[in-house]
């Protein structure tokens, strides 16, 4: 081993992956895609690809038990990796869960936990075919692999998008980080008094956001029943800021990126001014909503613009003007990422 | 959530999957074969199979950094995930790696782990293609995901063995388990006064058996050589008598196995003594060895007896005989899997 000690907490999660994958070339003929991308795609036949994402959620990391029942767990553990197959404009069809648990946790507790899991793989058509069980020493892991399926014709990368396509994101943002603050709130509140009951009410959009976000497959399905086929596309799970930076990296493009045409819902609005947070930031920076990020070409601008389930948010620029984030007053400043650090 | 609490440690890890995979039916057509065998298995075209096999690693439960150095757990990982392909007489082709690690590692540690798992991607001919770097609260997890490919006529379930079959395991038996019980008794020895050094000299073997197990893939490739399909198989990561069990369950058989030919090297039968441990007690409970197990027909066997790679240790019977361990004196009793127990 050598001498130096590199701290992971500096270098950051996508540093370390970097770092590791370095210098990492595919050999076998099936390897189509390796990392870098929402899953990889390995052959699958004649006219298919398969695709493989997969995602651990971890105890004190990505979850609090205190307020995430473990049913909503379990189906959110499967939502993150749908969610990356329906970013390559595939199908998720099997996943494989993986659980450490300690023996804190009952048979009745992983039971729930796997009702979540079950009720996702109904949702999302997916059949659960294998796994692993196993103890940890504390705390509760849960790692799922999602396997998908997309025509060869149909896959769509990160690293497509060209100058003068059109950004557009699904749904709206924000909502999930915004659930997350008010849980954060009621769960300090209990902790100073567990007599006082949890103030949640009219909060059901936000809280759903966070304990039940949903893969955009119903997106996947509707882009193709109106003939528009993303030139590059990515799912926000750290937040649309780093999501975009991704993506304009990936197909060495830059963008402009204009505030007023973040989609925020009035509910998230409200709750981030509650906070004394600007909504903007939030649904730049906030991460979890799990809403497809995507570039489409202007011919479908018409398509995509009159439509309520997407925002045109910006356009691709070429790699040397670099990527905008144009403010309501009309000033541009560099987009930067703040996502999630883990570490 | 029920009332009841049950506790994981009374029901095990096979009592847990079964209970949590209770009810589960296959619903989309490329999904072939789902839990209850070493991989699951979906379509992959026209010729071909897919298989995915998942297995995690957990700090504290299934290694202990005291002794396993880093990029041996690296080289593990891999290894015993190919195992699992090769136990459905597929070739391992991608593999995901999952890490979970607290900020006590170092970035130089982790590149530690992934030299050993890039190693074993060398060493068996697979693609690293993706993957998931997260912070745990404490401890090193290390998940990983296998993806190999059969020929739809060449796989091999468990499920297959029937009533006169030979049954048939490769290498040699409780190594890894020797190899454990000696890396425990030195870690003492260092506890007690740090100033000895510890004393494996002459253990290479077992040392290696524990440490840098390989998945037996050179025998995948030899029994097509040699022109022989086995007709059930399943590794031996739990121990021998656990395996021979869920093969026979799986394909609703007995068997009689015979202590005397159990393959069992002279190292590891003196060390065992050295611990006065009975050498064939620690061959069929003790696990992790990542040999083969399969059964053969009869019209195989003057291929395979012949052959130093392979054992015969018994031969399966109708299911009402059950399923019997031979002792030297001749007595048989019924075979019960002691396996390893995390919970």
Known sequence: MSETRTDIGEIGEFGIIDRLTNGISLKNETSIFGVGDDAAVIDGGPDEFLLVSTDTLVEGVHFNLMYMPLKHLGYKAVAVNVSDICAMNGKAEQITVSIAVSNRFSLEALEELYAGIK???????????????????????????????????????????????????????????????????????????????????GHDYIMQRQLKPEARHDIIKYLKELGVKPTAMIDVSDGLASEILHLCKSSNVGCHVYDEKLPIDAKTSMTALDFNLDPSTCALNGGEDYELLFTIKQSDFEIIQSNPNFSIIGHITNVEDGVYFVDKSGSAVTLKAQGWKHF
Request: glycine share 12%; proline share 2%; net charge negative.
């Open 119 to 201: 009720l996702a793989c109904l949702e999302y058509d997916v059949d659960l075919v294998g796994g692993d069980t196993t103890s940890s020493v504390s705390g509760l892991m849960i790692g799922v692999t999602a396997i998908g399926r997309v025509k060869k014709e149909e896959i769509v990368y990160r690293s497509g998008a060209k100058e003068f396509d059109l950004l557009v994101v699904s749904g709206d943002l924000g909502g999930a980080y915004m659930g997350l603050q008010l849980l954060e709130r009621e769960k300090d509140v209990f902790k100073s008094n567990p007599m006082i009951q949890p103030d949640l009410d």
